[in-house]
C-alpha cells in the first residue's frame, strides 16, 4: 500500500530535550515536506525537499531541523524544542508532476 | 508570494443539501495547482479534488465539485447532498508552477470547519 509513515503518533517532551520525528514514504517520490497545524492557522510548511540531499526552508523553519540522506526517509529534528512548537505535524510526499500529495497520518507534539 | 484565504471558519449544513466552501487565491505564478484537503476528527488529510489553472473544465469527483473562476481567482468547494460523514475540517490548498521546486510547496489557506447536522 502506498503510504506516508510518521512516527510517534503522539509525543510529550519536555522544553529543551531532543527529539526525531521520522518520516517514510514507499512511493520513490522525489518530494518531502513538513508542515504543522495550528487552530486558525492551516497547515504552514516547515522545510521541504526536491531529493536527496536537497532541502530548503518552507515558511516556518525556525527552531527544526531536517536531513534527507535517502530518498525514502525525512525526519524532522527539534534540537531544543519550545513550548510554542505543541502543534501537529504532517509529513507529505509528491511525485515529480506535483499532482499527487500524500500525508501522513500526523504526530501530535506537546512541549511543557 | 503565493495567499490562499478561506473567509469561512465554520458553518452548519443540513444533511442532504449542497454547501459551498469559499476559497480565494493569490498567486503571480502563470500555471498552478488547486487542491481541497478534508480534515476529519481523527486528523488525517484526505484529497478531495484537484484544478489546474489551464483546466478548460471545472474538476468533479463523485460528489465534489470544483467552481473555478480563473479571472476572479475563486476556487470554491461544492460538496451535494451533504451526508453526516462529511462533518471535517476542509482545507483549501495551491501549489505554484513557478519553478520546479514550486511542486513540493503546498500553500494552506486556514481552513473552514463544516458541521452537517441530521
Known amino acids: 500500500e502506498a503510504q506516508v509513515t510518521q512516527n510517534p503518533r503522539y509525543l510529550i517532551t519536555v522544553t529543551g530535550k531532543k527529539l526525531t520525528v521520522t518520516c517514510s514514504q514507499n512511493?520513490?517520490?522525489?518530494?518531502m515536506s513538513w508542515y504543522r497545524q495550528d487552530p486558525g492557522l492551516g497547515l504552514r510548511q516547515i522545510y521541504y525537499s526536491m531529493n536527496v540531499e536537497v532541502t530548503d526552508k518552507g515558511d516556518v523553519p525556525e527552531g527544526y531541523k531536517v536531513s534527507r540522506k535517502e530518498k525514502r526517509n525525512f525526519p524532522l529534528i527539534l534540537e531544543s524544542p519550545s513550548p510554542n512548537q505543541t502543534s501537529l505535524y504532517f509529513c507529505?510526499?509528491?511525485?515529480?508532476?506535483?499532482?499527487?500529495?500524500?500525508f501522513g497520518s500526523g504526530t501530535r507534539l506537546t512541549v511543557v | 508570494a503565493q495567499k490562499i484565504t478561506q473567509t469561512q471558519p465554520g458553518m452548519f449544513v443540513q444533511e442532504k443539501e449542497a454547501v459551498t466552501l469559499d476559497c480565494t487565491y493569490d498567486t503571480s505564478d502563470p500555471s498552478y495547482g488547486l487542491f481541497w484537503y478534508k480534515q476529519p476528527s481523527s486528523g488525517e488529510m484526505i484529497f478531495l479534488i484537484y484544478q489546474g489553472s489551464y483546466d478548460q473544465q471545472n474538476a468533479t469527483e463523485g460528489r465534489y465539485s470544483l467552481n473555478f473562476q480563473k479571472a476572479r481567482k475563486s476556487a470554491n468547494l461544492v460538496i451535494s447532498a451533504s451526508q453526516l460523514g462529511d462533518s471535517a475540517m476542509y482545507f483549501c490548498a495551491m501549489r505554484g508552477d513557478g519553478t520546479t521546486d514550486s511542486w513540493g510547496k503546498l500553500q494552506f489557506g486556514a481552513g473552514t470547519q463544516v458541521v452537517v447536522t441530521p
Open positions: 512511493m520513490n517520490h522525489e518530494y
Open positions: 507529505a510526499s509528491s511525485s515529480s508532476d506535483g499532482y499527487g500529495y500524500t
